[in-house]
């Protein structure tokens, strides 16, 4: 069983920044592939970045260049620097952790989620 907590979802100007991070739990945390969802009302959930068990990283074309994904094995932690936001990257985003799949497709386990507003 992998857990996860998301925190640092917020309200931020577009042009502004944000790091997400997301606090894992579980044995079998570092045989995982982890990455960020987003998901606006009405739309489907969406790939925004990902990172292997072995450090590869791989972006969304919409996210590539100014969001930034990260993994401290000592901490158990994934985070997401998000740069240049714009409006369009409202959504809640989710962690995610997915055993087999890469890029993370079919997650096994979800955060809960967090709010990101950016304003125009």
């Known amino acids: 069983q992998v857990q996860l907590v998301e925190s640092g979802g917020g309200l931020v100007q577009a042009g502004g920044s944000l790091r997400l991070s997301c606090a894992a739990s579980?044995?079998?945390?570092?045989?995982?592939?982890m990455g960020w969802f987003r998901q606006t009302p009405g739309k489907e959930r969406e790939f925004a970045a990902g990172?292997?068990?072995?450090?590869?990283?791989s972006y969304a074309e919409s996210v590539k260049g100014r969001f930034t994904i990260s993994r401290d094995g000592a901490k158990n932690t994934v985070y997401l620097q998000m740069n240049s936001l714009k409006p369009e990257d409202t959504a809640v985003y989710y962690c995610?952790?997915?055993?087999?799949?890469?890029?993370?497709?079919?997650?096994?386990?979800w955060g809960q989620g967090t709010q990101v507003t950016v304003s125009s």
């Open positions: 579980g044995r079998t945390f570092s045989s995982h592939h």
């Open positions: 990172i292997s068990r072995s450090g590869i990283t």
């Open positions: 995610a952790a997915d055993s087999k799949d890469w890029p993370p497709s079919s997650p096994d386990y």
